[in-house]
């Protein structure tokens, strides 16, 4: 019995680790309804078990988009600033905006992205972006090596104080709500800093693993984390996430986004879901 | 234009640095994890009464000297954590090596919240 639910969850941790290496997400799209669903975890056991895969996704990600220079680590740190103030102020602004109110506007932002991303959906590589002079000053523009296009990709930063308080509101969405902190980051470079894509999802995995960690000691002591549960978890995501980083770099940029779009609209009707229901 | 290349060889090392920080907190919190799982499997008791485990260092820290499987998958689960935590700890020193003030700045303040939510997450 116990390795049997061991196996099964290592199991589809590896894809949770495998998809969300892939789109910048934390993997918690699965994670969740897999155990609560499937192997009657309690809920908070869940939400802690998938905390610990957005970290696991996140580093074991990192190690080889870092390495192959796919991270854009300036704008990752830069942006952290805004997601962790974002993750300890969620509980003020809660206090003074309705959450529900919040949710309403997050997933119609949401919508509105998906609906950008899919009319660009047949250009590769963003073109004709003009350089934010903030950018300038943070050194955020950059470069990267595509293995699918097979050439080196420049590119330049815009649109920074969108950018940045989107990964604010980010940070305040995955404090109070625990989902969509990947899928908000991805879209706020991706939409507004005009990104290519890779650098967008690779970033976002990046920064995803900083935000939960901010969380993380507060579900441990509440006594979120199980072991048993977060453990196999764990090194399942961690696995698929070895796997995941080499199919993403050789997806086309193109590829990637088609595959984001509709995890985008589940996220954003699931948030509205929850924001009308609360 | 010209200065390109020098500093990109630089900024080659910094993310090589980073990416290797990550490789040794990910690498030992998973033979960490995996030595608790076999543990767990070997022995078929997490070592603790059903649904309690330990949730505090110190708690942890007593039951890793019993051995206790769930509390070696714990001490992993801790390490891994502790990842995000260590690479913007690594990334502080090496903007600091670097003389970039700016950057150094930037990860110091992400670090310093980092730190604040955890002592505020203890406070709950």
Same mark, same amino acid.
Request: aromatic share 16%; net charge neutral.
């Given at each position: 019995m116990l390795i049997g639910s061991s196996l099964i969850i290592f199991a589809f941790s590896i894809l949770a680790g495998f998809i969300g290496s892939l789109l910048g997400l934390g993997g918690g799209i699965i994670i969740i309804p897999a155990l609560t669903l499937f %192997?009657?975890?309690p809920i908070h056991e869940a939400i802690g078990a998938s905390i610990v895969s957005v970290i696991a996704t996140s580093s074991g990600a990192a190690i080889a988009y870092v390495r192959d220079k796919i991270t854009n680590i300036r704008i990752g740190m830069f942006l952290e600033t805004a997601t962790t103030l974002g993750a300890i102020s969620g509980a003020f602004i809660a206090g003074l905006v309705e959450p529900k109110v919040l949710y309403i506007i997050f997933a119609l932002l949401m919508m509105y992205s998906a609906a950008a991303m899919f009319q660009k959906r047949h250009s590769e590589l963003p073109m004709d972006v003009v350089e934010h002079p903030i950018a300038t000053r943070l050194k955020l523009s950059s470069e990267y090596y595509d293995k699918a296009l097979d050439e080196t990709v420049a590119y330049k930063v815009t649109g920074v104080y969108p950018g940045y308080a989107v990964m604010y509101g980010a940070g305040v969405i995955s404090g109070l709500l625990g989902i969509g902190s990947g899928v908000f980051k991805v879209l706020g470079m991706d939409v507004?800093?005009? %990104?290519p894509m890779k650098v967008s999802t690779a970033t976002s995995n990046f920064m995803i693993g900083v935000t939960a960690a901010a969380s993380a000691g507060v579900y441990f002591s509440r006594g979120d984390i199980n072991p048993l549960v977060a453990g196999p978890v764990a090194l399942g995501v961690l696995l698929g996430a070895q796997a995941g980083t080499k199919v993403m770099e050789r997806l086309n940029n193109k590829t990637l986004r088609l595959i984001f779009i509709p995890i985008l609209l589940y996220v954003a009707l699931q948030m509205l879901w929850k924001g009308w229901w609360m | 234009m010209g200065k390109e290349p020098a500093g990109q060889t630089h900024l080659f090392d910094a993310e090589l640095f980073i990416s290797s920080s990550l490789r040794f907190g990910v690498y030992l919190s998973a033979v960490v994890m995996a030595l608790g799982l076999v543990l767990l499997f070997a022995r *078929? #008791? @997490? *070592?603790?009464?059903?649904? #309690?485990?330990?949730? @505090?260092i110190p708690l942890l820290w007593s039951g890793i000297i019993l051995f206790r499987p769930a509390a070696v998958i714990t001490l992993g689960l801790v390490l891994l954590i502790a990842t995000p935590v260590f690479r913007v700890a690594a990334s502080v020193l090496l903007f600091l090596v670097e003389k970039d003030h700016l950057y150094t700045f930037i990860t110091l303040f992400v670090l310093a919240i980092l730190i604040t939510s955890f002592l505020i997450g203890k406070a709950l």
């Open positions: %192997l009657n975890v507004f800093m005009k %990104l | *078929g #008791v @997490s *070592g603790y009464p059903a649904d #309690v485990f330990p949730t @505090s």
